[in-house]
């Protein structure tokens, strides 16, 4: 059978991580997320991948439901996966497309276990997040395995980062995106398989959804989330704050949150 060979929509270019050109960039600021091929080489893909099962098994999921199985900043639990959090290419990629001074927010280890896993609905991330003012923040999704439709890709809904409006929705059925802005429902979806060592970048504010996990494989994934290097906080509860006793307004700052700025090779 013949191989089709062509790049596809911008959306879907084998973008090498090191020629981030002004395309790419315009791209993202219009729609508001972008896939950036080979991030990750397939060494390091291993290295992490290896790193990621370890860590599963010596710590406690911050959330274990039929959604996810996920881990909160693992970058200050392990070496090896602060490496990827920490990684200066990531870090300047993200930079680059949110075109300010970003610094890290956290990670995420984003885990669907293999076959039983549910749909991450449809949500916008910045409502959660105890954030006065941080209009560019993104997330960098990065595949730790081979990320077909069917392991729980990602889908994203272009252009929703311009909703500045939208009320902190639940993931739950009767709070959700959809319930609080029905007109939303009717955008065009694109989804956006990953092979593993690939990455999307997603705004704070696009509008996702991850598939259910129908493979007998478990799907994997490391978000890094950067700010807007001058974000302050809020006061709101959130599980990467609420140990740090802040006061309403102080600067997100410090060795917890490194600027990128400050990331070494
Ligand atoms: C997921 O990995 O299932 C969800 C990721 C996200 O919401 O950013
Ligand atoms: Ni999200």
Not at 61 to 81: E, F, G, H, M, P
Not at 114 to 139: C, I, K, N, R, V
Not at 158 to 167: A, C, M, N, Q, Y
Not at 182 to 187: F, G, M, S, Y
Request: glycine fraction near 6%; charge should be negative; hydrophobic fraction near 40%.
């Amino acid at each position: 059978m013949g191989v089709i060979n062509h790049s596809g929509p911008r959306w879907a270019c084998g973008i090498d991580a090191e020629y981030i050109d002004q395309r790419t960039v315009d791209w993202y600021r219009e729609n508001g997320f972008v896939r950036i091929k080979g991030v990750l080489s397939p060494e390091d893909v291993e290295k992490y991948y290896g790193a990621a099962l370890e860590l599963m098994e010596q710590t406690a999921s911050y959330r274990k439901d039929a959604v996810l199985d996920q881990r909160v900043n693992v970058w200050r639990q392990q070496t090896i996966l602060r490496e990827l959090t920490l990684n200066p290419r990531v870090g300047a990629i993200a930079q680059r497309l949110a075109g300010v001074p970003l610094r890290l927010w956290h990670d995420q280890l984003l885990v669907k276990p293999a076959s039983e896993s549910a749909a991450t609905e449809f949500h916008q991330d910045q409502p959660y997040w105890p954030h006065g003012a941080s209009s560019s923040s993104l997330t960098a999704w990065i595949a730790l395995v081979d990320v077909p439709v069917e392991r729980g890709c990602m889908s994203f809904l272009p252009g929703t980062h311009s909703l500045t409006d939208v009320p902190r929705h639940e993931l739950e059925h009767e709070q959700g995106l959809f319930d609080l802005a029905p007109e939303l429902r009717w955008l065009p979806r694109v989804t956006v398989p990953l092979r593993a060592g690939d990455c999307t970048f997603h705004h704070g504010r696009t509008a996702h959804y991850a598939g259910p996990n129908r493979t007998n494989e478990q799907r994997i994934a490391h978000a890094v989330i950067y700010i807007d290097a001058n974000t302050t906080y809020t006061g709101a509860r959130h599980v990467v704050t609420n140990p740090l006793r802040l006061t309403s307004g102080q600067a997100l700052e410090g060795e917890l949150f490194p600027l990128v700025a400050d990331l070494t090779a």
